[in-house]
């Protein structure tokens, strides 16, 4: 397995976020993104997870909740990656992938886009 601190994980995390375009990150609401070493023990391969509610099913109702949480999970992706250069572009991947399920993206079509 390749080797990465913690630290080193969350900054390409960070930087990822940074290349998201500021016309996105404008409409993005409510939403916090962390990073966790594994995933749940039932899902041991999960590179990343969105929890919440989609920008696209939220009505008048949606006030006073907790943000939306995004979580992209450090070990399997360094599992899955032999370069720190894959490291960065999965984390992309996978910071996109989840930003899209908060604006309401489903998997189908990510697959379509490359981001599956």
Do not use: K, S
Not at 32 to 60: I, K, M, N, Q, S
Not at 95 to 100: D, K, P, Q, R, S
């Amino acid at each position: 397995m390749l080797e990465m601190t913690r630290e080193e994980f969350e900054e390409l995390v960070a930087e990822a976020l940074d290349r998201i375009p500021p016309e996105l990150t404008r409409l993005m609401d409510n939403v916090a993104v962390f990073v966790e070493d594994e995933p749940p023990a039932d899902r041991p391969g999960l590179l990343g997870l969105y929890e919440g509610t989609p920008l696209t099913e939220r009505g008048e109702w949606y006030a006073g909740v907790l943000p939306d949480r995004i979580t992209i999970y450090r070990g399997p992706t360094l599992r899955g990656c032999r370069t720190r250069e894959e490291v960065v572009e999965q984390a992309e991947v996978t910071v996109v992938h989840e930003i899209a399920h908060h604006f309401g993206i489903d998997d189908e079509r990510l697959d379509q886009l490359g981001y599956g």
